[in-house]
T-cell receptor
Framework: GESVGLHLPTLSVQEGDNSIINCAYSNSASDYFIWYKQESGKGPQFIIDIRSNMDKRQGQRVTVLLNKTVKHLSLQIAATQPGDSAVYFCAENISHAGNMLTFGGGTRLMVKP | DTGVSQDPRHKITKRGQNVTFRCDPISEHNRLYWYRQTLGQGPEFLTYFQNEAQLEKSRLLSDRFSAERPKGSFSTLEIQRTEQGDSAMYLC??????????FGPGTRLTVL
């Protein structure tokens, strides 16, 4: 079936650099996208979301970009810090279909001091 | 703390036993979700409630699984006759209508 996926299973960056985590989705009916951060032994933590009527949304140190033409989502983290080390998941949702989230397989971000 | 809570955090059981997990959502959140997560994978949707009504169930939810939310507040997820393949992290999330889902810390189940 259609699912959300990620290109890179592990991303290693230097502290202070910018990080970019990518995600491809295949369900063209999805209209809501979310990035979650998950630290070991914890549940996913909401980072930022974006609806399909937007192509960019900024938060504190994070930016999400949505390219509906190629069904691509990215998460940019500015000035990456050791506390950003975690697994990042993108998730998609069809908002009129019950708000169930379909998650991708995750990217592990490792920040080197 | 007003976040989503789950109990127990860890459960070890023998194959064939029944287990029950509890989730307490954020108060006033009318939607409650159960997901299952295996190591290295993203969470997979199991079922969700709007208030006390169970509105959607995944095909992953076999007949050995049952979930309830009797008063529209806390929820329980029961697994009967556990199998080794049931070993996973069981996550609960809640939201206020369609919106950001807040996840609990999960219950890690190990079936021996």
């Amino acid at each position: 079936g259609e699912s959300v996926g990620l290109h890179l299973p592990t991303l290693s960056v230097q502290e202070g650099d910018n990080s970019i985590i990518n995600c491809a989705y295949s369900n063209s009916a999805s209209d809501y996208f979310i990035w979650y951060k998950q630290e070991s032994g914890k549940g996913p933590q909401f980072i930022i979301d974006i609806r399909s009527n937007m192509d960019k949304r900024q938060g504190q140190r994070v930016t999400v970009l949505l390219n509906k033409t190629v069904k691509h989502l990215s998460l940019q983290i500015a000035a990456t810090q050791p506390g950003d080390s975690a697994v990042y998941f993108c998730a998609e949702n069809i908002s009129h279909a019950g708000n169930m989230l379909t998650f991708g397989g995750g990217t592990r971000l490792m920040v080197k001091p | 703390d007003t976040g989503v809570s789950q109990d127990p955090r860890h459960k070890i059981t023998k194959r064939g036993q029944n287990v029950t997990f509890r989730c307490d959502p954020i108060s006033e959140h009318n939607r409650l979700y159960w997901y299952r997560q295996t190591l290295g994978q993203g969470p997979e949707f199991l079922t969700y409630f709007q208030n006390e009504a169970q509105l959607e169930k995944s095909r992953l939810l076999s007949d050995r699984f049952s979930a309830e939310r009797p008063k529209g507040s806390f929820s329980t997820l029961e697994i009967q006759r556990t199998e080794q393949g049931d070993s996973a992290m069981y996550l609960c999330a809640s939201s206020l209508d369609p919106g950001e889902q807040f996840f609990g810390p999960g219950t890690r189940l190990t079936v021996l």
